[in-house]
């Protein structure tokens, strides 16, 4: 005998599932809690809930460093490169062209990310390595 029965025209009393828009919830990997993505970048990219800081790509680091505005990539155009053949249990070259296929568009550009900023009112020059590059 059964506890529990399926009813076959009750349908309409379970309620209808919702659907949520992509990319607006964010899990926290600290204490595992759903939070909700302006929250998390409104805090400065931490968890408003414990605290835990979420890692941010190299480019949103060097904005965050610099003056507002004054911000100005260098060399955007350079690639990482292979020159001497190296290889593991996987071809450098292989490594790159996999790592790029899995970032988002502009996200990874070089290993280094290379540029010209303003900082307490002196231009500097800021490189932040890029470790979504391996």
């Known amino acids: ?56 790509s190299a480019r949103e680091r060097i904005v965050s460093l610099v003056d507002e505005g004054s911000f100005e990539e260098r060399e955007a155009g350079m690639r990482s490169k292979d020159p001497l053949g190296f290889k593991d249990t996987k071809r450098y070259t292989d490594r790159i062209k996999a790592a790029r296929a899995k970032a988002t568009v502009g996200e990874i550009s070089s290993a280094l990310e290379k540029a010209w900023g303003r900082y307490a009112a002196e231009s500097r020059a800021v490189n932040k390595r890029n470790h979504r590059l391996r």
Do not use: H, N, Q, T
Request: contains cysteine.
């Open 1 to 56: 005998m059964a506890w529990f029965r399926r009813r076959k025209d009750g349908d309409e009393d379970r309620p209808k599932k919702v659907v949520i828009a992509e990319g607006l919830w964010v899990k926290c990997d600290s204490c595992r809690e759903i939070v909700y993505r302006a929250e998390v970048d409104r805090a400065g990219r931490v968890c408003p809930k414990c605290g835990y800081p979420f890692r941010i």
